[in-house]
Structures are given as C-alpha cells and as structure tokens.
Nanobody
Framework: QVQLVESGGGLVQPGGSLRLSCAAS????????MGWYRQAPGKQRELVAV???????NYADSVKGRFTLSRDYAKNTVLLQMNSLKPEDTAVYHC???????????????WGQGTQVTVSS
C-alpha cells in the first residue's frame, strides 16, 4: 500500500502565499514523478506542476513565475510554494505520484485526498 499525505491548504487573501506539502509512504521501491493537480468547481482537473526523478519541473502556464515545486528525495516529499495567489487559484489541490511499488515492482499513479486552497478577500 502507498499513502500520500497532504497538508498546507487554507484561506488566503489575494497576493498572499501558501505552501503545500505532500509525503509519500508505504511500499515504495522508487518514485518517478511527483506533483500537483487542481480542480476548481465546475472545471476540469488540470496539472499545476510536476517534478521528475532528475529534478526537471513542468508548470502550468497560469502558475509560472508564481509557484515553485521542490522535492526532497530522501523523504519522498514535494513542496509547492505558491506566491502571489489569485482568486482563480482557488481549487482542491491533489498530490500525485508515479512510482514502482516494492516487491511486485508494479508501476502506477497514486493520488492524495486533496487539500482546499481558497483565495479570497
């Protein structure tokens, strides 16, 4: 079993900052990618940012220059630093990881339960 534990969501005023954390644990052999998606009410889920095993990052155009994704390989954790937040960033943010499980060496995607980010004055 693989678990993803997210933290750091909340309510913030426009222009403010939040930091989301996601830690993967359980039967993990190796992690390929880790990142975040988000889904706002009435909208499709969209990629926010993802980081690969070699440290390469990919960001949605809407968050470039404002959000920074970093990874702690030893702790199987990613941090999403979100600055200059806008009301349109309001959504449920879900952590995702693609990894190989220990033992069976199965490759698959695992999702966190989601954390709410609300940007409002």
């Amino acid at each position: 079993q693989v678990q993803l534990v997210e933290s750091g969501g909340g309510l913030v005023q426009p222009g403010g900052s939040l930091r989301l954390s996601c830690a993967a644990s359980g039967s993990i052999f190796s992690i390929n990618t880790m990142g975040w998606y988000r889904q706002a009410p009435g909208k499709q889920r969209e990629l926010v940012a993802v980081i690969t095993g070699d440290g390469s990052t990919n960001y949605a155009d809407s968050v470039k220059g404002r959000f920074t994704l970093s990874r702690d390989y030893a702790k199987n954790t990613v941090l999403l630093q979100m600055n200059s937040l806008k009301p349109e960033d309001t959504a449920v943010y879900h952590c995702i990881t693609n990894l190989y499980t220990a033992g069976s060496m199965e490759k698959g995607d695992y999702w966190g339960q989601g954390t709410q980010v609300t940007v409002s004055s």
